[in-house]
């Protein structure tokens, strides 16, 4: 069966500090990849995706992430966060069993 | 309309008794899903349609809960008896993807949820 994880469950990072996120995947065929974000209070929304090509996404917010196909990642990276980065992250993967299954979250808190 | 929308968005109610939660797709995509969100825990799947093609419904933890789609469009997620642990926040989400497509057309919109309480 189709499976993500997310390792971190609560990142406490300083602003201006770089964030990594690890998301890992289990399935073999053809997958797309997702990083969505819940801002405290507000619906989920996209914060970028992969189908094909340049394994090196950009999304919205300066945020990136990088699919490496031999490791089952899709790791969520941003050079220098800010406060209003505080949120909980889910990573999501899309498979041929057409069900987008999400990771257990990663609340990022981000001091002032 | 302009997203997915979702009623009620708060629900109290007494254990044993059932509930209905309504979601509202975007006009026009032939996806939706039902998730539940719990407190400290991820996203569950719960149930898929796609377009008039037989629901997916993997993700239904019991026989108490089931899920319709009327018309392609509007879907309603039923619990029966209600139990404590089913007090979750139930997420509804809707795209334009059709079968067995790895197209930009993947990408799921979600409504605000359905806050359920159950005492």
């Known amino acids: 069966a189709q499976s993500v994880s997310q390792h971190n469950h609560h990142v406490i990072l300083s602003e201006a500090a770089s964030l990594e996120l690890g998301c890992n995947y289990s399935y073999g065929g053809t997958v797309n990849l997702f990083w969505y974000v819940q801002y405290p209070g507000q619906h989920l929304q996209l914060l970028l995706k992969y189908f094909s090509g340049d394994p090196l996404v950009k999304g919205i917010k300066g945020f990136e992430a990088e699919f490496i196909k031999s490791k089952f990642s899709f790791n969520l990276r941003k050079p220098s966060v800010q406060w209003s980065d505080t949120a909980e992250y889910f990573c999501a993967a899309l498979g041929s069993a057409r069900q987008l299954t999400f990771g257990s979250g990663t609340q990022l808190t981000v001091l002032p | 309309g302009a997203g997915v929308s979702q009623s009620p968005s708060n629900k109290v109610t007494e254990k044993g008794k059932d509930v209905e939660l309504r979601c509202d797709p975007i006009s026009g995509h032939t996806a939706l899903y039902w998730y539940r969100q719990s407190l400290g825990q991820g996203l569950e799947f719960l149930i898929y349609f796609q377009g008039n093609s037989a629901p997916d419904k993997s993700g239904l933890p019991s026989d108490r809960f089931s899920a319709e789609r009327t018309g392609g469009s509007v879907s309603t997620l039923t619990i029966q008896r209600t139990q404590q642990e089913d007090s979750a926040v139930y997420l509804c989400?809707?795209?334009?993807?059709?079968?067995?497509?790895?197209?930009?057309?993947?990408?799921?919109?979600f409504g605000a949820g359905s806050r359920l309480t159950v005492l």
């Open positions: 989400a809707s795209s334009s993807q059709t079968s067995g497509s790895t197209s930009g057309a993947n990408v799921l919109t």
